[in-house]
């Protein structure tokens, strides 16, 4: 048996430089040249979740063979990235194919609880690997973000408080659209880390 591969320290440098990069880059649709109009879920920013969670769900189950014996679950995680990813662009969807979004989630469900019953006995392994990698850092984050910072600061009763008659309808909206960003880069971020990660029980593995 071949010793374990030695921990890279490009890894850290890559995760760090795509998370300040990418905190920066969030804000692209801000700097859009003549668009004075507040970025809302309704524009660039719920596309770009969408692109986001769709690369997300591409990396899981990229990662899904390399991964060995959990890969069914790194399947499990694209189809609820995937499903995430049809949720922020269900408008678009439902007026391109005239289909509602949530006829794609049933399928989608599916796959998720097939691959889980037979595969169940893994998800113990599967679950000690996810949580010993810096990504579950990256997924924790997000998840507070979208579930707690994001309904927080997007409650209208904050802003009129604090703004008084300068309150803006447009504004707990937008701040809680950015924050849903963030999270789906942070998402995007631990699912790259999660699938570069170093694997000396299979020949697959990523380099």
């Known amino acids: 048996m071949s010793p374990p591969p030695g921990k890279s320290p ?3 440098l890559i995760s760090t430089a795509l998370v300040v990069a ?3 880059a969030i804000f692209f649709p801000a700097w859009l040249p003549e ?7 309704e524009g660039i920013v719920e596309a770009l979740q969408f692109i986001l969670l ?9 990662a899904a063979r390399p991964a060995g014996k959990v890969g069914p679950f790194y ?13 922020e662009a269900d408008a678009l969807i439902e007026r391109t194919i005239i289909i509602e979004v949530e006829w ?7 796959f998720a609880l097939v691959k889980f019953q037979k595969h169940r006995r893994q998800f113990r392994e599967f679950l000690n690997e996810f949580v010993s990698r810096p990504a579950a850092g990256f997924f924790a984050s997000a998840f507070m973000l979208t579930f707690v910072l994001a309904r927080f600061l997007g409650t209208p009763v904050l802003w009129k408080a604090s703004l008084g008659e300068n309150y803006h309808p447009d504004i707990p909206q937008t701040v809680e659209a950015y924050l849903e960003l963030l999270a789906c880069y942070l998402l995007l971020i631990g699912t790259i880390g999660l699938a570069l990660a170093q694997r000396s029980h299979d020949p697959t593995a990523f380099d």
């Open 35 to 41: 668009n004075p109009a507040l970025p809302t879920e």
């Open 10 to 12: 490009k890894q850290p």
């Open 22 to 24: 990418g905190s920066f």
């Open 75 to 87: 399947q499990i995680m694209g189809a609820i990235s995937l499903g995430s990813a049809l949720g």
């Open 54 to 62: 769709l690369a997300t769900s591409a990396f899981w189950f990229g």
């Open 104 to 110: 794609f989630y049933l399928p989608l469900g599916l």
